[in-house]
């Protein structure tokens, strides 16, 4: 039998002993080579902008309220009650494990790391390349020492490559402090995808989002997720209650076919904002890198459409920019 290199674990009811998969019930992420041919066959031409220009935003060191900036794909900043959290940082040029091939970025990064706040916690989803950059993830190691909490197997990844990072590793459903007090906590929760690094370790770490709750205020953190019957993300609002702001992948999506079990599109956000009684919903992992067949801009035309056909005022569910920044009004405060 193969052996899993992330994770040596009890069996449960989403880990056989080698490979983690999605809850029972949801729609199979896998996809074979034929399928894989087949896409890259039959994809349309829609070329991206070699380039978009970005106006860096330069955070303030801390932030008693919950402020939200946008610094690229899934990476985001959040600033809640005195914390600095990073998201799936990513400032490399490419999401690849090669520097002269992949994805390229064309938007410069919302923040550059030099100006970054102290960042005291990133929640890392999982462990595709457009997610976990080794040599960004080095680089905040060695300027802030942050505790990065990510699920199971991929603090192996992180370890082997930065071995001085603080790590903590979730199984869905636990939860770690933020704080020595322990009063801000993020909690690992089911996503709908997959893992891998190369060709022979899929589904070998776990993946997930995050639930960030502090001061009274939650922050849900997709990472990368597909809509599925919607059942994990209405388990999450009978479990937290209403979020404050949701932060939801909206690119990535074409063609349906292929990626609609492992992404959602921006109806499907939608979907998942109304499911979790969100106030708030901030589109991410969309136009940084081409990592699908949609052209750059159909996320935001999408979203414009999905807002009104359910209407939801589009001032509550913006498609950030990098360098953008959202103040999120405590609920029921208003804009």
């Given amino acids: 039998?193969?052996?899993?290199?992330?994770?040596?674990?009890?069996?449960?009811?989403?880990?056989?002993?080698?490979?983690?998969?999605?809850?029972?019930?949801?729609?199979?992420?896998?996809?074979?080579?034929?399928?894989?041919?087949?896409?890259?066959r039959t994809a349309p031409d829609n070329?991206?902008?070699?380039?978009?220009?970005?106006?860096?935003a330069r955070p303030d060191a801390a932030v008693p309220g919950l402020r939200i900036t946008m610094i690229g794909h899934a990476t985001v900043l959040?600033?809640?009650?005195?914390?600095?959290?990073?998201?799936?940082?990513?400032?490399?040029q490419r999401a690849s494990p090669v520097r002269f091939a992949g994805p390229r970025r064309v938007t410069a990064p919302g923040v550059a790391l030099a100006d970054l706040p102290p960042i005291h916690a990133v929640l890392l989803s999982h462990n595709h390349y457009d997610h976990l950059d080794v040599a960004t993830l080095k680089a905040l190691t060695k300027a802030h020492a942050p505790l990065i909490i990510t699920p199971l197997g991929n603090d192996s990844i992180v370890r082997r490559h930065v071995p001085g990072a603080r790590l903590a590793a979730l199984d869905w459903h636990q939860a770690h402090p933020l704080d020595p007090a322990g009063t801000a906590q993020a909690h690992l929760v089911p996503a709908l995808h997959w893992s891998s690094r190369g060709p022979r370790d899929r589904r070998m770490a776990l993946w997930g989002g995050f639930m960030l709750?502090?001061?009274?205020?939650?922050?849900?953190?997709?990472?990368?997720?597909?809509?599925?019957?919607?059942?994990?993300?209405r388990a999450l609002r009978a479990r937290f209650g209403p979020v404050d702001c949701a932060l939801l992948p909206i690119g990535a999506y074409d063609p349906r076919w292929f990626m609609a079990a492992q992404h959602t599109n921006p109806a499907e956000a939608v979907a998942i904002m109304r499911d979790l009684d969100a106030d708030r919903a901030l589109g991410i992992h969309w136009g940084t890198f081409k990592l699908t067949d949609e052209p750059r801009e159909d996320p935001l035309?999408?979203?414009?459409?999905?807002?009104?056909?359910q209407g939801i005022a589009p001032e509550r569910f913006?498609?950030?920019?990098?360098?953008?920044?959202?103040?999120?009004?405590?609920?029921g405060a208003g804009a």
């Avoid at 674990?9 to 399928?35: W, Y």
């Avoid at 914390?83 to 990513?90: G, M, Q, Y």
């Fill in 78 to 92: 959040i600033q809640l009650g005195g914390l600095n959290i990073l998201t799936d940082p990513v400032w490399a």
């Fill in 318 to 331: 913006r498609a950030l920019h990098p360098g953008q920044v959202a103040d999120i009004p405590a609920r």
């Fill in 213 to 233: 709750c502090a001061q009274g205020r939650t922050v849900y953190f997709a990472g990368d997720t597909g809509y599925g019957t919607g059942a994990i993300f």
């Fill in 47 to 56: 070329p991206w902008p070699p380039s978009v220009p970005v106006t860096p």
């Fill in 1 to 40: 039998m193969p052996r899993n290199p992330y994770y040596q674990g009890p069996v449960s009811d989403h880990f056989d002993g080698l490979r983690f998969r999605n809850p029972a019930a949801e729609p199979e992420t896998d996809r074979s080579l034929k399928d894989v041919l087949r896409w890259r």
């Fill in 301 to 309: 035309h999408q979203l414009d459409a999905a807002l009104a056909a």
